[in-house]
């Protein structure tokens, strides 16, 4: 009786720890990306996303609807009744190797080809006023294919900056769901 006993005493203990590695690794399988959760650590996405949101990820290529892009993903200037986190067009997340630190989680607006001339395509409400033009832009014409992008909350497209278009391969994932104020503990842990 004896081992009957340290045995329902151990499966007690253990069992919620076996419950919970087996559901993160179903929640990593569906997935299919490493990490499947960020947190969102400005509040370039405001209203939509704020900082401290936890975000879960797919890749990009899961779940892709038929007007998404090679990549899987849908923009915004394609998305007639396609919605993610509030707004028409994905939400991606993506690092430029380039650019140092946390990945970014903006809206992904209209894709470019390599030597497009994509001021003629841009929304002039999201350029700077002085701009009149491709030349007057960093990356126009493209120098590669990818994505312009946009914080929600920010008056310009990330592309008007020093920030070539995003090219597929610097995709982390897509932004699916977010559950409010669950990543400030992600953040604080992090150090920001």
Request: hydrophobic share 45%; proline share 8%.
């Amino acid at each position: 009786m004896a081992a009957s006993n340290e045995r329902s005493d151990w499966l007690a203990t253990v069992a919620p720890a076996l419950t919970v590695l087996v559901v993160f690794g179903l929640v990593v399988a569906v997935s299919g990306v490493w990490p499947p959760f960020v947190a969102v650590e400005s509040g370039s996405m405001e209203p939509h996303l704020e900082r401290g949101d936890l975000v879960y990820l797919t890749a990009s290529e899961r779940y892709a609807p038929e007007s998404a892009t090679a990549a899987g993903v849908v923009t915004r200037a394609a998305a007639v009744d396609y919605r993610r986190l509030g707004g028409r067009g994905d939400v991606v997340v993506f690092a430029p190797p380039s650019r140092g630190g946390s990945p970014v989680i903006h809206r992904a607006q209209f894709h470019v080809e390599r030597g497009e001339n994509w001021y003629d395509e841009a929304d002039a409400d999201f350029l700077p006023a002085s701009v009149d033009g491709c030349d007057e832009l960093a990356h126009c014409p493209a120098p590669h294919a990818g994505y312009v992008t946009k914080g929600d909350a920010n008056p310009y497209y990330d592309q008007a900056g020093e920030l070539a278009p995003v090219r597929p391969s610097w995709l982390r994932g897509k932004a699916q769901t977010a559950a409010p104020w669950v990543g400030h503990l992600r953040l604080a842990l992090a150090g920001r």
